[in-house]
Nanobody, 120 residues
Framework: QVQLVESGGGLVQPGGSLSLSCAASGSIFSINAMGWYRQAPGKQRELVAAITSGGNTDYADSVKGRFTISRDNAKNTVYLQMGSLKAEDTAVYFC??????????????WGQGTLVTVSS
């Protein structure tokens, strides 16, 4: 069983910055990858950024150069530093993790989501 808890969402002005964090807990043997997805009104869920245990990263084209994903493997935590925020970044951001449990089973977990609103 794996739980993911996001934090850091809120209201920020265009051009501002905001940091999100997501901590994974439970029967975790290892986390192969963690990532952030977002769901904006009227749009489908999209991958924002992902990072593997080895540090390889992937970003959506829309956030490259503005967002940075990082990971603390010891804390089973992933972070998303968001800068130069735009109104179109407004969305519910979800944390995702692909894990191997202590029973050596593959499992995918999702957080409850945290709302980021970019507005004046």
């Amino acid at each position: 069983q794996v739980q993911l808890v996001e934090s850091g969402g809120g209201l920020v002005q265009p051009g501002g910055s905001l940091s999100l964090s997501c901590a994974a807990s439970g029967s975790i043997f290892s986390i192969n990858a963690m990532g952030w997805y977002r769901q904006a009104p009227g749009k489908q869920r999209e991958l924002v950024a992902a990072i593997t245990s080895g540090g390889n990263t992937d970003y959506a084209d829309s956030v490259k150069g503005r967002f940075t994903i990082s990971r603390d493997n010891a804390k089973n935590t992933v972070y998303l530093q968001m800068g130069s925020l735009k109104a179109e970044d407004t969305a519910v951001y979800f944390c995702n993790a692909a894990v191997v449990t202590t029973q050596y089973r593959y499992l995918e977990g999702w957080g409850q989501g945290t709302l980021v609103t970019v507005s004046s």
